[in-house]
Nanobody, 124 residues
Framework: VQLQASGGGLVQAGGSLRLSCTASLRTFVHHALGWFRQAPGKERQFVAGISWSSGNTNYADSAKGRFTISRDNAQNTLYLQMNSLKPEDTATYYC??????????????????WGQGTLVTVSS
């Protein structure tokens, strides 16, 4: 499975961005999906995840109430709507797929496929 992330950019604090991640194969629909982010000099951290059926979602505390993860299996696409952005949200954002399907893992080690990353920069 190849994942292609897009939608990053420069935004002012308080603004919004919508990230997208498109998968190359239909098997995508059976995978749980997640968004992670990595700031320079820091470890990659979990942001949000969604089960294959969209029945379950999970968010990092830093994302709760501001970010919304969703997926469109008909379009093989994962989304992350980010509102009320803060300078501390600045990072490269990665989408990832976990072939397990049902669990929403928070460890990057649980994910089998990764997109190339899209940079989000939030100015103060």
């Amino acid at each position: 499975v190849q994942l292609q992330a897009s939608g990053g950019g420069l935004v002012q604090a308080g603004g919004s961005l919508r990230l997208s991640c498109t998968a190359s194969l239909r098997t995508f629909v059976h995978h749980a999906l997640g968004w992670f982010r990595q700031a320079p000099g820091k470890e990659r951290q979990f942001v949000a995840g969604i089960s294959w059926s969209s029945g379950n979602t999970n968010y990092a505390d830093s994302a709760k109430g501001r970010f919304t993860i969703s997926r469109d299996n008909a379009q093989n696409t994962l989304y992350l709507q980010m509102n009320s952005l803060k300078p501390e949200d600045t990072a490269t954002y990665y989408c990832a797929a976990d072939v397990s399907g049902t669990r929403i893992a928070v460890s990057p080690k649980s994910y089998n496929y990764w997109g190339q990353g899209t940079l989000v920069t939030v100015s103060s």
